[in-house]
């Protein structure tokens, strides 16, 4: 069985700084690919950033001098430093990663920026 435990969400006003983590428990052997997904309410879920095992990065283009995705390969913990926070980056935040024993998705984490 596979946990992702996600962290760090919460409620900031636009231009703050938020960090979300996520790590991986369980029967994963290799992970070669971490990101973040995000949801909006009536929006379809989209990908926000990813990792790969190397440490080579791709972001959504909405995100890109924003945002930074980073992992700890020895701790199975993938993170993202959300910088210069707008409103339109409200959403449920959901980590993603996939192993040689398959793909799995955290629970969520609220992500709400307001003034």
């Known amino acids: 069985q596979v946990q992702l435990v996600e962290s760090g969400g919460g409620l900031v006003q636009p231009g703050e700084s938020l960090r979300l983590s996520c790590a991986a428990s369980?029967?994963?052997?290799?992970?070669?690919?971490m990101g973040w997904y995000r949801q909006a309410p009536g929006k379809q879920r989209e990908l926000v950033a990813q990792?790969?095992?190397?440490?080579?990065?791709a972001y959504a283009d909405s995100v890109k001098g924003r945002f930074t995705i980073s992992r700890d390969n020895a701790k199975n913990t993938v993170y993202l430093q959300m910088n210069s926070l707008k409103p339109e980056d409200t959403a449920v935040y959901y980590c993603?990663?996939?192993?040689?024993?398959?793909?799995?998705w955290g629970q969520g984490t609220q992500v709400t920026v307001s003034s």
């Open positions: 369980g029967s994963i052997f290799t992970i070669y690919l």
């Open positions: 990792i790969t095992s190397g440490g080579n990065t």
């Open positions: 993603n990663i996939r192993s040689t024993t398959g793909i799995y």
